[in-house]
């Protein structure tokens, strides 16, 4: 069967980690417990301090978990370890604790992040060549996140699974999940597909944004704008999600290509491809949103009327 890698990922404004974690830990039990591996624990990566790790145990906080993995952290000012360890369900409210045992975190909050997987990375990397079979509704996932100094939170959901376990409809109940509790202070920043090939998804334009299965733009959009989309998703007063596909979109597709193409030209036409930058990262965060009236009126004021 053919796997996808995809990444979704959102911004949150105005909310705190503690209510994103929480939100997060929610999404996993509601959405994720019946498609991918699900035992009583999680993989855990993070930074700790040395000491904290004796005989194949990890020491945090007062509680103790064996040993997956040990790995160097190369910052060498601080005497710390990353350590991956499995981490019971029970106790995973715990693991922002844990990840303050770091004396670099400490000392550097910036650097400050979550992650965990239902699989160890040992397996996720293998499950990753193309030849290596998932078992149906067997997928896997890795949760991210990290807070910002503007006080934002951003997270992304790490999905490698079956082609045929996902659907259109799948995804945007996830992707609801967090807009429906976070808007307007949310910015969902799209599905972003990877390709074994190691392929990057490139635009018909020129140094501008190449579409991909749910892309975001911050612009009221009418569907009749881009009749060549799947469908288009309008957010009152922070943008719109364009759906180029009905099924989950393969860049590698000439087809479903030639679909993205057509989508590009109407939204270059309308003014609303963004550029990207020199590692062909869209330029979206730094756009504000623009209504399709305020748009119409820089269309006059552009052509003389």
Not at 47 to 63: D, F, P, Q, S
Not at 228 to 240: H, K, M, Q, R, W
Request: hydrophobic share 40%; glycine share 4%; proline share 6%.
């Amino acid at each position: 069967m053919k796997k996808i890698d995809f990444i979704m990922h959102f911004t949150v404004m105005q909310h705190s980690f503690d209510r994103v974690f929480k939100d997060m830990l929610a999404f996993q039990k509601e959405h994720l417990q019946e498609l991918f591996v699900c035992n009583d624990t999680v993989t855990v990566k993070l930074l700790t301090e040395r000491r904290n790790i004796k005989n194949g145990i990890v020491n945090l906080k007062g509680k103790s978990y064996p040993v997956i993995k040990t790995s160097k952290n190369y910052n060498c000012n601080y005497k710390d370890k990353y350590v991956e360890f499995p981490l019971p369900l029970a106790d995973f409210a715990l693991m922002k604790d844990f990840a303050l045992t770091s004396e670099e975190v400490r000392h550097m909050p910036e650097i400050f992040d979550l992650n965990w997987l239902n699989v160890p990375y040992k397996e996720w990397h293998k499950y990753e060549d193309k030849r290596r079979p998932i078992e149906k509704r067997h997928g896997l996932f890795k949760l991210d996140l990290l807070p910002r100094a503007d006080d934002s939170v951003v997270f992304g959901h790490y999905f490698l699974m079956n082609e045929s376990d996902i659907n259109k409809t799948l995804i945007k109940e996830w992707i609801f999940f967090y807009l429906d509790k976070y808007l307007p202070h949310c910015r969902f920043q799209g599905i972003n597909r990877f390709y074994p090939s190691r392929v990057r998804p490139f635009s018909l334009y020129k140094k501008r944004m190449a579409l991909e299965w749910f892309s975001f733009l911050p612009a009221e959009i009418l569907p009749e704008e881009v009749p060549s989309a799947n469908e288009v998703i309008y957010l009152p007063n922070c943008g719109s999600i364009i759906i180029s596909t009905e099924q989950p979109y393969d860049f590698e597709n000439p087809e479903m290509r030639k679909v993205t193409a057509a989508i590009e030209q109407e939204l270059h036409h309308l003014g609303l491809l963004p550029l990207v930058d020199n590692f062909g990262i869209p330029q979206i965060s730094d756009l504000p949103f623009i209504s399709r009236e305020q748009r119409l009126k820089n269309m006059s004021w552009g052509n003389g009327v």
